[in-house]
């Protein structure tokens, strides 16, 4: 009945590929209330090893006098196959991986020992898997090794549970599995998962349509196509299940047992009923929390510190209705961080930065006790504030100079306020810049009662001018020439205003100079830079001589242009370099004692082998020994 009322189809392909024996094998055998599917992969190097087809049939006998698809069961059918490779008659001991899927066509169970594979499909999607008993498997677990990496790993064989196997044979059996129509059961060799990756496996199986020989044709044609140089035994099955087996007496029995428990259940469910509804009730409230704390973090991560509070207040509310301690006092610290979070920005978008910058030290305190999560947005605004508070300063102490008559600095606290607040955007702050420079002008402008109106306005930019072409060349001769460029520019800009042209010609020509120095240093930042990177590439050549020559250059061109930190990377390039080279002389020089060592010990043996050693032995024709010392 269970066989006639469902519908089983299964496929396979086996081929050898570039061995001359196929060491893979695959069987079934479909009962009236029960199948078998069975694939196995030969691990001996012998083509006369029948491993495979053993195990297989040892399995299928199994079953066929005791079928079930109980875990106890197909346990028995594993250690029935384990035993049988152990008992044959060989000349090698026979090994094999084996994977076996059993079913009552509504149900179905698999285990396994190696790394031969299952797949089992679902709508198109992969749920149930094996996992390969292999030291690469171990590697990938360790994340030693990545997933995709394992298909031509040298660990990918080394597997720890196989058939054949003595002591440690520890088969996986899975769980029973509840089947749908549509269900798919795929099986394969190492032939198939070391070419193709699961992801070529399941376009094929997910665009599956009636017949599993038309899949697994296409697996072979994917498989074949790659032209792999050593193809391994390859086999691949496939079980659809299209139509799976119901019991026509379930509903009776269903409704036999509802029957029989529904007294107990109505009982059971006043019960049940008022202490459900308020774990349910419970239940919902703590998942809200967990939601609203969740965005309440969120949103502190994107700086909305607005709708973080509202979160964080409600979160707080549903903490304290479940009165659950830890978590009311965790969200009141992130409440507390939010607070003052939220009363710095509206200091600093208020134009308090003073205030701004108290506050944000504050939240940066409290955000100890709430996981560090505000901590660069904290950071950030400070940043901001110090910068703001500079231009401040700046402007300041040019009022304060202007005050004292003394023009010249005053000009150059407010350029420093405005070159500040344009690099860092601040536009309130290099408007405010703009307008006390021009206050401080016009007061100039007046206190020079004794000129005219053309003549201090001459001096002031003859005066600033020459301060800054003066500023202009000290930046030059420090070997900043993007700054004397600027000074250049503004001084020129000021003598053009004069209708100076020898000085105006002669800054153009030094911004012309600056320009070229700036290129110069470029270049010979890059030509450094090459260095590094040819030293480097003699080092991983073998050539340290070489590398530490390329080094040098480098370190000689970064001090000549100052950059010390670039020096210092050098530096610790040749020490390492250095290090290496001490190594390599220190064993050649080991190497060469020991050569030595062994040179002189055969020479010692063979002198001592021909001195003379008694007295009266002749060391000549008819001179003995002792006529010899005493000449």
Same mark, same amino acid.
Request: aromatic letters at 8%; charged letters at 30%.
């Given at each position: ?396 102490? $040019?009022?304060?100079?202007? =005050?004292? @008559? %003394?023009?010249?600095? /005053?000009?150059?606290? !407010? &350029?420093? #306020? +405005?070159? *500040? ?113 040819? $030293?480097?590439?003699?080092? =991983?050549? @073998? %050539?340290?001589?070489? /590398?530490?020559?390329? !080094? &040098?250059? #480098? +370190?000689? *061109? ?74």
């Amino acid at each position: 009945m269970r066989k006639q009322n469902s519908t089983f189809k299964t496929a396979f392909i086996s081929e050898a590929g570039s061995g001359l024996e196929n060491n893979d094998y695959f069987a079934f055998v479909e009962l009236e209330k029960y199948a078998c599917y069975v694939i196995a992969d030969g691990l001996n190097d012998l083509p006369d090893a029948e491993s495979a087809r053993l195990a297989t049939q040892t399995i299928i006998l199994a079953f066929e006098e005791h079928p079930s698809i109980k875990k106890r069961a197909v346990l028995s059918y594993l250690e029935a196959a384990n035993k049988a490779l152990q008992g044959a008659d060989s000349r090698e001991k026979l090994k094999a991986s084996v994977t076996v899927v059993v079913t009552d066509y509504a149900k179905a169970r698999y285990g396994y020992a190696g790394n031969t594979r299952l797949r089992f499909y679902r709508d198109g999607a992969v749920k149930e898997q094996t996992t390969d008993m292999s030291l690469g498997t171990q590697l990938i677990k360790e994340k030693e090794l990545p997933e995709d990496a394992l298909s031509r790993h040298e660990q990918r064989n080394n597997l720890h549970t196989w058939l054949g196997q003595g002591l440690g044979f520890r088969p996986f059996v899975s769980k029973k599995i509840k089947l749908v129509n549509g269900d798919i059961f795929t099986l394969y060799s190492r032939g198939i998962w070391e070419n193709l990756d699961n992801g070529e496996l399941d376009d094929v199986f997910s665009e599956a349509k009636d017949e599993p020989q038309e899949s697994l044709d296409n697996i072979e044609d994917l498989l074949l196509s790659k032209q792999p140089g050593d193809l391994e035994n390859y086999t691949c099955a496939a079980i659809f299940v299209d139509k799976v087996f119901l019991d026509p007496n379930r509903k009776r029995r269903i409704k036999k047992i509802i029957t029989m428990t529904i007294v107990v259940l109505v009982v059971v469910l006043a019960v049940s009923l008022v202490v459900w509804l308020l774990y349910r009730q419970r239940q919902k409230r703590v998942e809200d929390m967990e939601r609203r704390y969740s965005n309440m973090i969120e949103y502190i991560q994107d700086d909305n510190f607005l709708r973080a509070k509202e979160e964080c207040s409600e979160a707080l509310k549903l903490a304290e209705k479940l009165k659950i301690k830890k978590e009311i006092q965790e969200i009141s610290d992130y409440q507390k961080l939010i607070e003052a979070v939220n009363a710095a920005d509206d200091a600093y978008s208020g134009g308090k930065y003073g205030d701004a910058q108290a506050a944000y030290v504050t939240a940066k305190e409290r955000s100890r006790y709430a996981d560090r999560v505000a901590d660069e947005y904290i950071d950030k605004q400070l940043s901001h504030i110090t910068d703001y508070l500079s231009v401040f300063d700046y402007i300041q102490l $040019g009022d304060t100079l202007v =005050a004292q @008559g %003394d023009f010249e600095r /005053a000009e150059e606290k !407010y &350029l420093q #306020a +405005k070159s *500040l607040a344009t690099k860092t955007y601040f536009e309130d702050g290099r408007k405010e810049a703009m307008e006390a420079m021009e206050a401080m002008y016009a007061s100039r402008e007046k206190a020079e009662e004794a000129d005219t109106q053309e003549a201090k306005e001459k001096a002031s930019n003859e005066t600033g001018a020459t301060q800054l072409a003066s500023d202009g060349d000290k930046a030059f001769a420090e070997g900043d020439y993007e700054g004397a460029k600027a000074y250049y520019a503004m001084a020129l800009e000021k003598y053009q205003a004069l209708g100076d042209a020898a000085h105006a010609d002669l800054l153009q020509t030094k911004i012309e100079s600056s320009n070229q120095k700036s290129e110069e240093n470029n270049q010979k930042k890059q030509q450094a830079d090459d260095f590094v990177l040819a $030293g480097k590439g003699q080092e =991983a050549a @073998g %050539d340290k001589l070489e /590398a530490k020559k390329q !080094y &040098l250059f #480098a +370190k000689n *061109l970064y001090k000549e242009l100052k950059l010390d930190d670039k020096v210092v990377e050098v530096d610790g390039l040749i020490e390492v370099l250095e290090t290496a080279m001490e190594q390599e002389k220190a064993e050649t020089e080991s190497l060469e004692a020991e050569e030595a060592e062994k040179e002189r010990q055969p020479k010692e043996t063979e002198n001592n082998a021909g001195s003379p050693t008694n007295p009266g032995e002749e060391i000549g024709p008819g001179i003995p020994v002792t006529q010899s010392l005493a000449a």
